[in-house]
């Protein structure tokens, strides 16, 4: 990825930024509410601190490729989908080229209007919601996303007129054995994904987003993470999931070039519908609940059996360390496999699945309790797959029927996304498709 | 505060925990899962790490009065509010005794019991679930409460032989103007506020204390928060709520200790039925539901308006700095106050409230989005007080029918606990009330 921030995006902003649009959906009644308060006026007005060198990090947001895709995992998550409500293209392009300028600032460390929180005309509303300032960019990625359902609705119709470019690839994930899907959790016309290493951050980005959307598209759904549990860098631990055990150890990893291009990106030609993705990906989202109640009261030889690795050190129990690989050979006590055959690691592994590999990029989550007194809670599932019918539909379809872990698990919500390559300054995200 | 964690609370635990009363709970069934795995049971089971000088604080347990109250505000909160399902008051007592030792360790950075997450018989559920093996204590405090209920149910009923022990002001917060009270996120028997600078090490910290209730005790409500929102310390910035202001700049801070004992801790001799809460305090929660969307789309005139500070520097409307003192006699265009009269800062100040304080410990909270496209979002908001009839009632009373704010605001979730001083090493949180 490259980018030249200095550049951009301020000088791109001005004057066509969507903020008089916000000012239009609030009609001129509120400049009569603007007042000569002396005392706030005259006041100096912080703007968003600029990130210096040698702080938290800040990723470029323009680029060959997406930010927050094989960018090293931020800590948390906030993640939306939207319903696009508007039924004209035009608006919905707009809508796409705001969200790109807003979110190539933000992601710089800078207020979501060329404003800022507080230094915009007195009697408007302010082009940034303000939880952010003084807070650096900490490391936040914006990554957008096409839901099936914007280009086909399920009734059959197309609203924008890009049914044409419908990648054959991109219909609604099935449903899969045990899954209890919540349709308001499911799908979307659009999605943004919010990393940062500050919640406030994420959830910041999210919701001014979302302010700007207002008119033209309103969240469907959202989803706050709070512990990443895979990672996408060698130079990360390996984080752990809430049922105690590392996550993500065999993951797809950016030092590994080869392996991204195979598995991840969308190579060109492939779909001549989906030229327009080529350098882009397919972002598969599974709310899973973890029944933790339960799991706690395993004992810990049946956990380890049902990962197939110990819990201490993420080791296979066929021995060695945590990158060692496993012997799906072994035979241990009675001649059984010393990873058991409904071991989660034995049917999720490569060798078994015709080598297939997907870029996770899961959080843990807990969104309260439940009415039975239980935490509602689990692992916000992402992966970035070349192609969901090759990467995603036959693992989950084999997991769901035969993992040991199912036992534990119930797929609460679920989604599939194209994410579009970069863009380049001056264009907005996805703009080939409306090409 | 003090404690000597070398000599707590690993003895202690030996033979008493209620470990036993986890597996009993499972029976002996589980003993027969065991299997004889090789390569799980030969490895190396790490510990939880223990602190080192230097790194994350590591607050003491025990102390004069409980930890969490007057520590610098940690970042992140999860918070629960328990029913005891037991009918028993020996089980009542065990589960305090069970949750002390837990809390005491977990707070110094080892596992919730005295096995820890891995080091346990391997036939046996893990006493600790180990999601934060390899994370520091992170400041993690926990801080317990008893609500009104606990001594006498609604029904009036007297369960555990408490009822005549209940302290006057330990009842029932009031229905106030505008309340739109959800019950499954209201009250509670008990309650644990867990803060730290890690959500993965606060999420661990209830979800094994939960565990540890089972049978005993099941969650009733619970509630993340990722951004404090007010400082306790005078070594912290102001932090900012959703509104985008900074919030908490009167707070009362550790650092006056006059103040302190005027404004949080319960006097001994004060009620002869709260002799026991003497050196504790009342804890008010109140889950405060923000219309972000509405408030967004208000000029930053209105808002300062409505709040009485600028946005960028929080400074009085009347001039000055963050911490200058407002003036509400100030006039300005139209021999209007410059402070408005409705102005949340005049009205919630301490000059115009009796000189009451309060030492606030809020967090924000993002818990998705509604069914109508909306953030899920506001403030949770915590204070500790002396006594809840001078120190919360009487403003909240003034602030529900008269802040200018209000019209942003719905309060969603209620409770009052009473939160007992400090445990000395040998004695669970909470000793005196059964004494």
Chains 1, 2 share one sequence.
């Not at 995006?9 to 004057?15: N, W």
């Not at 060329?114 to 300032?133: F, K, N, Q, V």
């Not at 991840?264 to 599974?286: E, F, H, I």
Request: proline residues 7%; contains cysteine.
């Amino acid at each position: 990825m490259q980018a030249d921030p200095a550049a951009e995006p301020v000088k791109r902003a001005r004057g066509r930024f969507s903020r008089r649009r916000v000012l239009g959906a609030t009609g001129a009644g509120v400049a009569g509410a603007a007042v000569g308060l002396a005392g706030g006026i005259g006041v100096a007005r912080a703007s968003v601190t600029t990130p210096t060198a040698g702080g938290p990090p800040v990723y470029p947001f323009y680029g060959e490729h997406q930010a927050g895709i094989t960018t090293p995992a931020q800590d948390r998550l906030h993640f939306a989908a939207f319903d696009v409500t508007t039924s004209s293209r035009t608006e919905l392009v707009s809508l796409l080229e705001d969200w790109t300028e807003a979110a190539a600032r933000m992601t710089q460390g800078q207020g979501a209007g060329e404003y800022g929180p507080t230094s915009g005309p007195y009697d408007a509303p302010p082009d940034d919601t303000g939880e952010a300032i003084g807070l650096p960019a900490s490391g936040l990625t914006i990554t957008f996303g096409f839901g099936p359902s914007l280009f086909r609705e399920a009734g059959g119709r197309d609203r924008f007129g890009l049914a044409a470019r419908q990648p054959a690839a991109l219909r609604r994930l099935p449903q899969f054995p045990g899954d209890n899907l919540d349709e308001s959790r499911s799908d979307g016309d659009l999605c943004i994904q919010a990393c940062a290493d500050d919640p406030q951050v994420a959830v910041h980005a999210i919701r001014n987003l979302a302010r700007i959307a207002f008119g033209r598209a309103a969240m469907r759904w959202s989803q706050l993470g709070f512990g990443r549990t895979s990672s996408t860098s060698t130079s990360q631990v390996t984080a752990r999931n809430l049922f105690g055990f590392k996550d993500g150890t065999m993951n797809l990893k950016a030092e590994d070039p080869t392996g991204v291009d195979a598995h991840v990106w969308v190579p060109g030609g492939a779909d001549p519908k989906a030229d327009w993705l080529a350098g882009g990906s397919y972002l598969v989202t599974r709310r899973i609940n973890m029944t933790i109640e339960t799991w706690d009261r395993q004992p810990l030889s049946e956990q380890e059996r049902v990962i197939g690795r110990t819990k201490a050190e993420g080791a296979p129990l066929s021995g060695g360390g945590e990158y060692t690989q496993p012997d799906f050979a072994m035979l241990g006590a009675g001649d059984q496999p010393i990873v058991a055959t409904d071991a989660h690691v034995r049917l999720a592994h490569p060798d078994n699945n015709g080598g297939v590999e997907l870029l996770r990029r899961g959080y843990n989550f807990v969104d309260g309790s439940t009415s039975l007194g239980r935490l509602d809670a689990g692992l916000f599932f992402m992966a970035y797959v070349t192609d969901p019918r090759t990467h995603y539909i036959p693992l989950q379809t084999k997991l769901s029927s035969k993992d040991g872990l199912s036992e534990y698990l119930q797929h609460t919500g679920s989604a599939l996304f194209a994410v579009p390559s970069g863009a380049k300054p001056g264009e907005h995200v996805g703009q080939a498709l409306f090409a």
